[in-house]
T-cell receptor
Framework: DSGVTQTPKHLITATGQRVTLRCSPR?????VYWYQQSLDQGLQFLIQ???????AKGNILERFSAQQFPDLHSELNLSSLELGDSALYFC???????????FGQGTRLTVV | AQKVTQAQTEISVVEKEDVTLDCVYE???????LFWYKQPPSGELVFLIR??????QNEISGRYSWNFQKSTSSFNFTITASQVVDSAVYFC????????????FGGGTRLMVKP
């Protein structure tokens, strides 16, 4: 158990819909990262938050947004969903700097 | 820009064979960190090891060993006496020290260990 909790584990939704993925980082970790794993793109970094502030952005679509709350949990919002958004979405947390990034079990999103 | 290449997309071995997974990286950062993760069929990403760019000492943990060679920008992973439970996808990743601390992943190597 990595200590990073993601909910839900599975999500099936229709095109055009909006979903929210939730992540609770390990106790004490201020930094949260979101990654997307798809068959064609592999594991790609989406966005990073540190102590409530956005710190870095990767290949995140404009239809996607995230935030980190004062209790340090984070949410990834995906809207206007398309079939191609079907993927495994991971959250990871770490102590900022050289710390290892520990990953949650992921949320498998299927858009039908 | 950072890049991680895992040239072996799939490897199949018979149990008890040794197997080496290759990882080559590119970065302009002088300080960086290298990682290996395991993704078993259940899907989670399991952290295996982190190495920083200043420490080229090889590491051994049980049946696992890692060979970091800065001169060739490689960070290879060897499993000795492989077991069926080692079957998984293995990812090599790189974290720089500029512009955030995100990981750049290689494409992964699928290891199949047959009984």
């Amino acid at each position: 158990d990595s200590g990073v909790t993601q909910t839900p584990k599975h999500l099936i939704t229709a095109t055009g819909q909006r979903v929210t993925l939730r992540c609770s980082p390990r106790s004490g970790d201020l930094s949260v990262y979101w990654y997307q794993q798809s068959l064609d793109q592999g594991l790609q970094f989406l966005i990073q938050y540190y102590n409530g502030e956005e710190r870095a952005k990767g290949n995140i679509l404009e239809r996607f947004s995230a935030q980190q709350f004062p209790d340090l949990h984070s949410e990834l919002n995906l809207s206007s969903l398309e079939l191609g958004d079907s993927a495994l979405y991971f959250c990871a947390s770490s102590v900022l700097g050289a710390g290892e990034a520990f990953f949650g079990q992921g949320t498998r999103l299927t858009v039908v | 820009a950072q890049k991680v290449t895992q040239a072996q997309t799939e490897i199949s071995v018979v149990e008890k064979e040794d197997v080496t997974l290759d990882c080559v990286y590119e970065t302009r950062d002088t300080t960086y960190y290298l990682f290996w993760y395991k993704q078993p069929p259940s899907g989670e990403l399991v952290f295996l090891i982190r190495r920083n760019s200043f420490d080229e000492q090889n590491e051994i943990s049980g049946r696992y060993s890692w060979n970091f060679q800065k001169s060739t920008s490689s960070f290879n992973f060897t499993i000795t006496a492989s077991q069926v439970v080692d079957s998984a996808v293995y990812f090599c990743a790189l974290r720089g020290t500029n512009a955030g601390n995100m990981l750049t992943f290689g494409g992964g190597t699928r290891l199949m260990v047959k009984p």
